[in-house]
């Protein structure tokens, strides 16, 4: 019997040559807001339906403080915070090393997001934002630092940004994890962080 990559190599060896050019794909978002606020405004609007929460820093108040208003009910003093920002110190940090079952007890975990995308409320992250995958999914709670100038309308857009395209991962957040398979009852946090919290914070 012929083994697997025989069969592939008889199949690349044989492909059709075929130099038509791809056909062009419409980017779909001649109906999303072409200013910033508007954007915006749609982005906030998609989060909070898929369960997700956007917090406004008030005048002259610290990210930390923002983080910790919105997740009033959430923390106490014994709380985990691993944060990847330096704009929050947080009290765990995440080496590139660290096994994923060492984050097993993270409470909070604070990411900068890549980029937003307001057809869906998604936040992305790639490798440069998470050091260790896991920490995005065994963490209770995701904080997500935004700047809202990086907020795409749609998914056609996010698939053309060079950072996406070049990054060795990447993976979409769209709300906290949520399931409706048991008898069609809404459970947010069943298998994944149980509230995403996003934080519009610009770039520096």
């Not at 060896?13 to 130099?19: D, E, R």
């Not at 791809?22 to 978002?29: L, R």
């Not at 909070?48 to 403080?65: D, F, I």
């Amino acid at each position: 019997m012929r083994g697997r990559n025989d069969i592939l190599a008889d199949i690349r060896a044989n492909k059709p040559k075929f130099t038509a050019p791809a056909p062009a794909v419409p980017n779909y978002d001649d109906h999303y807001p072409s200013d910033a606020a508007g954007l915006q405004a749609r982005f906030i609007e998609v989060l909070e339906k898929m369960g997700g929460a956007w917090a406004e820093p008030e005048a002259n108040e610290s990210l930390e403080a923002t983080m910790r208003r919105a997740l009033a009910d959430k923390l106490d003093a014994n709380s985990l915070i691993a944060s990847n920002v330096r704009e929050i110190k947080g009290n765990r940090r995440v080496h590139a090393d660290d096994t994923p079952a060492s984050l097993h007890d993270v409470d909070v975990a604070v990411l900068r997001a890549r980029f937003g995308v307001a057809e869906t409320g998604t936040v992305c992250f790639t490798e440069a934002e998470l050091t260790v995958n896991a920490v995005a999914y065994l963490a209770q709670h995701l904080v997500v630092l935004l700047d809202p100038a990086t907020i795409e309308t749609n998914l056609h857009r996010a698939y053309q940004r060079d950072d996406y395209k070049n990054a060795r991962y990447t993976v979409f957040h769209t709300g906290p994890s949520a399931t409706a398979d048991i008898e069609g009852v809404l459970v947010r946090g069943a298998q994944g962080v149980r509230s995403l919290t996003v934080i519009p914070t610009p770039t520096v």
